[in-house]
Nanobody, 123 residues
Framework: QVQLVESGGGLVQAGGSLRLSCAASGRTFSNYAMGWFRQAPGKEREFAAA????????RYADSMKGRSTISRDNGQNRVYLQMNSLKPEDTAVYYC????????????????WGQGTQVTVSS
């Protein structure tokens, strides 16, 4: 099992920035590609960003490109999501996820989920 705990969410004004952090424990962190998903009120949970085991490959949803950066620190067992130029439509619960192996595939199907952290962007 991999346990994931998110932090860093909060209330921010439009145009502001937040850095989400996810602490992983339970198994060798570098064995897993990692990702962030989000779920806005009344909507399905959607993919936001992903990173492979080494951090050399990253992927973003179109809505996140150019405004967000996913990164990881395998020594600290953490993955981060830096979000800039936040918009009210970024308001959502953000979930950290560990994929089934170290590499990214075309379908983002996590094996483990965190509990989520709320991000609210005011206009």
């Amino acid at each position: 099992q991999v346990q994931l705990v998110e932090s860093g969410g909060g209330l921010v004004q439009a145009g502001g920035s937040l850095r989400l952090s996810c602490a992983a424990s339970g198994r060798t962190f570098s064995n897993y590609a990692m990702g962030w998903f989000r779920q806005a009120p009344g909507k399905e949970r959607e993919f936001a960003a992903a990173i492979n085991w080494s951090g050399s490959i990253t992927r973003y949803a179109d809505s996140m490109k150019g405004r967000s950066t996913i990164s990881r620190d395998n020594g600290q067992n953490r993955v981060y999501l830096q979000m800039n130029s936040l918009k009210p439509e970024d308001t959502a619960v953000y979930y950290c996820a560990a994929f089934k192996g170290p590499y990214l595939s075309d379908n983002y199907d996590p094996a483990y989920w965190g509990q989520g952290t709320q991000v609210t962007v005011s206009s």
